[in-house]
Structure formats: structure tokens, C-alpha cells
């Protein structure tokens, strides 16, 4: 073989290396910028995006099976004693709050919720007793129906595929994505109940990175306050996982109410 011809070939090979290194260095380039972008997307920095379903469920895992395990305690006045309140505390360690059954609908997605810590009582938990909300996903906000009865109720119509007509009044905002800092919303819409003091007036107040059962959760979790006439709420809630923590005090007729996260099992 003529020297020719070896140099030849061996600038051919070298053109050739050239061009594959381009061509994979853009595309990795291409790679890493598209997941940064997802990585970006992923909780929702922008105030103004237009949260889909799938956002949602980004925000708040609600896949069938999805289960978060608390642990904490209530408090209820059960009665007086020389003008001051009697109280009965409740602790509890393995609270299961679990997505029972997932419907998707073109318009929304309704979700049967086992076990919501909105109705939690000292009888149920002592009794161990199962309570349900109906949660309906719709964009970047999540309503719910808190009776448990109205909750199992209309989600068997639903199921049945049947036209249901629901009550607006028995229907409130539980939140509505994305978060920050300053955000307000209101826990009844249009068509619910008008409440003279602001009760339900959520308004996130604080933003930073917690330890959720011994880890650093790695992405920025937000506190939800309101209050109203004798009473106090919040909660923490952090993209990706959901409600770690929540706390409750009633002034009037002593309730007391706090859990923290302790473990969850969660697919995407």
C-alpha cells in the first residue's frame, strides 16, 4: 500500500472522528440543556406558568397506592373544671394517609382519599376509624369535598360514569400551584360559603429546605398560613412530596392538632 493511500485514509478516519465528536458533543450538549429544563420545570419557578394535571401531580405525587405515614398528637376539650377547660390528648405514630382510588377524566382527575387529617377527631383515633375526601385535579389547583359520607358518595357516581351534579358550597380549594412566597388564595371559590372574618384566607409566608424524617429534603418547601377568630393553622408542604407538617390550635373549645411526616411511600 502506497504511503499515499495511508495518509490518505488516516486523514479520512481523522475527518471522520472529527465530525462524530461534534456531532455527540452537541448532542450531549443538546441532552443536558433539555434536563435542565425539565429539572427546571420540575417545581415550577415561574409564577406565572400554566399548571396541566401532570404539573400537578408533579407538585403532589396522588398516584393510586401513593401512602404518607404521620405521627403526632390531638387534643380536644371534653369538658370544665373551675372555669377551666378539661382536655384529652391523643398521641398517634402511624397515621396512614393513603390515595385509594384514581379516576381520570378528561376535564380533571378525582382522587378517593383514605385517612385526611381534616376531619381527624379523638374518636377516630382511637377508634381507628376510616374517613374520606374527594380530591378533583384540575390545572394547577386541587379542590376537595370533606365529608366522608358526600366523599365516598359522589365518587361512586362518578365511577358509574354517571352525570353528577355537585353541590359548589360542599366544595373547597385545597391549594393551588405553584407556590411562593406572598401567595394568597382562598379556601372557598365562587359559589361556596362567604365567610365574614377571612377564615379561609391561605397565604404562604416562608420558604426554605427541611429535614423530613432525618434528610434534607433538597428542594424548597412552603409554609400556608391562616387564622381566624380563636384560632391558628399551618402547614409545610414541600413540592414532590406533600404535607410534612401541620399545625392547629382552637382558643374557643380547646383542639390542638399537630403531625409531622414520618414516612412515605410514593411513586411517580
Known amino acids: 500500500m502506497s504511503l499515499k493511500l495511508i495518509q490518505f485514509k488516516n486523514k479520512k478516519r481523522d475527518i471522520i472522528v472529527v465530525l462524530i465528536t461534534f456531532i455527540s458533543t452537541i448532542l450531549l450538549n443538546s441532552f443536558v440543556f433539555t434536563t435542565n429544563k425539565l429539572i427546571?420545570?420540575?417545581?415550577?419557578?415561574?409564577?406565572?406558568?400554566?399548571?396541566?394535571?401532570?404539573?400537578?401531580?408533579?407538585?403532589?405525587?396522588?398516584?393510586?397506592?401513593?401512602?404518607?405515614?404521620?405521627?403526632?398528637?390531638?387534643?380536644?376539650?371534653?369538658?370544665?373544671?373551675?372555669?377551666?377547660?378539661?382536655?384529652?390528648?391523643?398521641?398517634?405514630?402511624?397515621?396512614?394517609?393513603?390515595?385509594?382510588?384514581?379516576?381520570?377524566?378528561?376535564?380533571?382527575?378525582?382522587?378517593?382519599?383514605?385517612?385526611?387529617?381534616?376531619?381527624?377527631?379523638?374518636?377516630?383515633?382511637?377508634?381507628?376509624?376510616?374517613?374520606?375526601?374527594?380530591?378533583?385535579?384540575?390545572?394547577?389547583?386541587?379542590?376537595?369535598?370533606?365529608?366522608?359520607?358526600?366523599?365516598?358518595?359522589?365518587?361512586?357516581?362518578?365511577?358509574?360514569?354517571?352525570?353528577?351534579?355537585?353541590?359548589?358550597?360542599?366544595?373547597?380549594?385545597?391549594?393551588?400551584?405553584?407556590?411562593?412566597?406572598?401567595?394568597?388564595?382562598?379556601?372557598?371559590?365562587?359559589?361556596?360559603?362567604?365567610?365574614e372574618y377571612n377564615w379561609y384566607k391561605k397565604k404562604i409566608t416562608e420558604s426554605k429546605k427541611l429535614n423530613i424524617a432525618g434528610v434534607i429534603y433538597d428542594k424548597e418547601c412552603f409554609k400556608i398560613e391562616n387564622a381566624g377568630v380563636g384560632f391558628t393553622q399551618s402547614s409545610w408542604f414541600c413540592p414532590g412530596m406533600g404535607e410534612v407538617e401541620y399545625d392547629y390550635h382552637h382558643n374557643g373549645a380547646v383542639t390542638n392538632v399537630h403531625y409531622i411526616l414520618k414516612n412515605s411511600f410514593i411513586k411517580y
Do not use: M
Not at 58 to 68: A, V
Not at 72 to 90: A, C, F, L
Not at 118 to 124: A, D, P, R, Y
Not at 185 to 195: K, R, V
Open 40 to 195: 427546571e420545570k420540575e417545581f415550577f419557578t415561574d409564577k406565572n406558568y400554566e399548571f396541566t394535571i401532570e404539573d400537578s401531580l408533579g407538585y403532589l405525587p396522588l398516584i393510586e397506592g401513593n401512602r404518607w405515614v404521620y405521627e403526632g398528637y390531638i387534643e380536644e376539650q371534653v369538658g370544665h373544671k373551675n372555669n377551666e377547660p378539661i382536655t384529652e390528648k391523643e398521641e398517634f405514630d402511624n397515621y396512614e394517609v393513603t390515595a385509594k382510588e384514581v379516576i381520570k377524566r378528561a376535564d380533571a382527575l378525582v382522587v378517593l382519599i383514605e385517612n385526611s387529617f381534616s376531619i381527624l377527631s379523638l374518636e377516630e383515633i382511637r377508634e381507628k376509624k376510616r374517613c374520606y375526601e374527594l380530591w378533583f385535579i384540575t390545572g394547577g389547583k386541587i379542590y376537595t369535598i370533606q365529608n366522608s359520607d358526600l366523599a365516598i358518595h359522589y365518587f361512586q357516581q362518578i365511577k358509574n360514569k354517571e352525570n353528577v351534579a355537585i353541590d359548589h358550597s360542599l366544595v373547597g380549594l385545597k391549594w393551588e400551584f405553584p407556590f411562593y412566597v406572598d401567595k394568597k388564595y382562598d379556601f372557598f371559590q365562587e359559589g361556596g360559603f362567604i365567610w
